[in-house]
């Protein structure tokens, strides 16, 4: 016997299908009046002329109107209760016109009859006064009152009619597009209950042997692009399994990390939870240990007690992205902060607010210069923007909240290992980046190298020590030991070399993308680990995977063209090289905002991020310190 599904239902579909219903309810409860005012020439358009009246309106349009406005408040109300109240599943036909009886009846008894009352009863006088001259007031009630019966009636019949309408409606559109059911074994979900169905009967009662088992590792851009692409085409297909695993339980938004360590975006605006997207997928949260290409298995672990779990697969999708790259420099690692992760961005923003507390109450002159000193190291995207982003920060809050500090003694250095500083976009543009920092009051080191550390200092190659409160490190990257350790060919900088199709090519049925990829282009030279190249790899990978599961051996090999790199390198100011048109200034800075925001991955975090920049806009900077969270400080 089939185990019977969780059912869930989506509160904005399931309003909107039911208020859908309840429109077309408000149509077919009079359409049989609409008939006979037509065909044997009654009146019963003076009803719209009552509902009319009630606005304080005189004509049939307004009084419909009115009706269909009624009916759309009431039908948001009847979803949300049907949605909240839990009391009925409407996925049959048969509940579908229970629920629109309950329906119909309680809005004849809760609302028809105080309105009729209240507001139709006196109009209605008003009305029948108006249209025949040589009739009383007197006489007008008396007829309401002769007829009242039968008006109860003929409203009990109508809304019977609305609510049936509306509860056959909206079970139609929820079952076929609005309802998910869930296996409570697996925790995937399908939209159709015969497709829960056939994977209930294929996977637990009679396991297939033609299964398919697709593990994706890595829940950033390119995982969870490729999570969303099979879905689409595999939702139906319950002979495909699809498994991700990542260390994290959300998707990070990276491009914006340094927005969010200077509080400008809400932590969770910018991170979305991987089961958000995992319609049917399984999502596994843990650390990968090993992945054993030979026997086609991963080994991850989970954090909190170490417990392993071993994933069979028939296809593996690597996106396991990158780590901090000290070069082997512990006293770096130990003493800098580093803005790779959510935790990095909210410890630096503590931390910064930390100094400045500090600075706020110091006397000492030597302590006073270490905390109101910021150094950042690396001169790419990501300590560009972070340096940008931290020097409007500390400055404007020195001068909205610490009032005692000088911002002239504020010192934001950043230390580039090149000649310029963001080598990507090209060297007029880098130019101007470094330009427009000093204006800004940044400090720039350019030809330099951070080779040592302690708790209040760095040193440079060049023999200079800087003694400092906050040290970040945006110095580079490197793979993951488990992507290093991989049996397979590699990189100098140990990312997995791939061929055309994405391929591992000594274990076809193994895609790498991302960070940890190696990937070429058709003249040999390596394409950037960036987010718009991991999405797009992942749309290659995901055209693949499908290929090879439904047997077609044509695969795609994957080929881009860079729209190009963007910066932002402070307040309302960038640089953009776009298909090879340079761009700065605020132009730069507008499209970077307006192309981050669209691919932020759900409406929600758009319209959070859009609402977020409006406010930081409007107001001062928050200066609020998280105290339960770790961080290095003095």
Not at 220 to 245: A, M, N, S, W, Y
Not at 448 to 455: I, L, M, P, R, W
Not at 522 to 531: D, E, I, N
Request: aromatic residues 10%.
């Amino acid at each position: 016997m089939i185990k019977q599904p969780k059912v869930d239902f989506s509160l904005r579909r399931e309003i909107f299908f039911v208020t859908l219903g309840s429109l077309l309810g408000a149509f077919t409860m009079f359409v049989p009046k609409i008939m006979m005012d037509v065909t044997i020439d009654t009146q019963y358009y003076i009803t719209w002329l009552v509902f009319a009246r009630v606005i304080g309106q005189d004509t049939i349009q307004s009084g419909i109107l009115l009706h269909v406005f009624v009916a759309t408040v009431i039908g948001i109300v009847t979803g949300l209760v049907l949605y909240k109240g839990k009391i009925l599943n409407i996925s049959k036909i048969s509940n579908g016109i229970i629920f629109g009886i309950i329906a119909g009846i309680v809005a004849f008894v809760v609302f028809y009859i105080p309105v009729y009352q209240v507001l139709i009863a006196p109009n209605m006088i008003t009305v029948m006064t108006e249209m025949d001259p040589q009739m009383s007031v007197l006489q007008a009630s008396e007829s309401i009152n002769e007829y009242y019966f039968q008006t109860l009636v003929d409203a009990i019949f109508t809304h019977l009619i609305w609510g049936i309408t509306l509860g056959v409606v909206s079970t139609i559109l929820t079952t076929k597009f609005g309802t998910r059911y869930r296996c409570h074994s697996c925790d995937i979900q399908f939209s159709k209950i015969k497709t829960y169905e056939y994977h209930y009967k294929y996977v637990h009662e009679t396991p297939s042997p033609s299964m398919k088992h697709i593990l994706i590792l890595g829940g950033g851009f390119g995982g969870v692009r490729v999570l969303r692409e099979i879905q689409k085409i595999f939702e139906e297909d319950v002979k495909v399994d699809i498994k991700l695993v990542s260390e994290d339980n959300f998707s990070l938004f990276t491009p914006m990390l340094p927005e969010m360590a200077t509080g400008t975006i809400e932590p969770r605006h910018i991170s979305t939870p991987i089961r958000t997207f995992c319609k049917r997928a399984r999502f596994f949260e843990g650390i990968i240990e090993s992945i054993d290409l030979k026997n086609n298995q991963v080994v991850f672990y989970r954090d909190y007690d170490k417990k392993r779990k071993n994933l069979k697969y028939d296809y593996l999708v690597i996106s396991l992205g990158s780590r901090n790259n000290f070069f082997g420099n512990k006293n770096i690692e130990k003493h800098s902060l580093t803005v790779k992760t959510l935790g990095d961005a909210i410890g630096i923003r503590n931390h910064l607010i930390t100094m400045l507390e500090n600075a706020d109450q110091e006397d000492d002159p030597i302590l006073l210069s270490k905390f109101l000193t910021f150094v950042i190291v690396g001169g790419g995207f990501s300590g560009v923007e972070t340096a940008g982003e931290l020097n409007d920060f500390v400055r404007d809050a020195t001068l909205n909240f610490y009032r005692n500090l000088d911002v002239d003694k504020i010192r934001v250095i950043l230390v580039a290992s090149k000649n310029i500083i963001l080598p990507e976009v090209g060297e007029e543009l880098g130019h101007f980046a470094l330009e427009s920092l000093k204006k800004n009051g940044i400090e720039i080191i350019t030809n330099s190298k951070a080779v040592d550390a302690g708790k209040d200092f760095i040193v440079l190659d060049n023999g200079q020590t800087i003694q400092c409160g906050t040290f970040i490190w945006a110095g580079g990257i490197v793979m993951d030991p488990v992507i290093a350790n991989l049996d397979c060919d590699h990189d100098k900088k140990g990312s997995i070399i791939v061929n055309d199709y994405l391929q591992i090519p000594t274990h076809k049925n193994v895609y790498a993308l991302g960070d940890c990829a190696s990937i070429t282009d058709k003249t040999g030279k390596l394409y950037p680990p960036t987010a718009q190249h991991a999405l797009k790899e992942a749309e290659t990978v995901s055209k693949n995977l499908i290929a090879s599961i439904k047997g077609n051996e044509r695969l795609q090999e994957f080929e881009y063209v860079s729209k190009g790199t963007m910066a932002k390198i402070g307040k309302r100011n960038g640089v953009a090289l776009l298909l090879g048109n340079k761009i700065h200034g605020f132009l730069a800075w507008a499209v970077w905002r307006q192309y981050y925001l669209s691919n932020l991955p759900t409406k929600e975090k758009r319209i959070r991020v859009a609402i977020d920049w409006a406010v930081s806009f409007f107001f001062r900077p928050n200066v609020t310190r998280l105290r339960n969270l770790k961080e290095k400080s003095l």
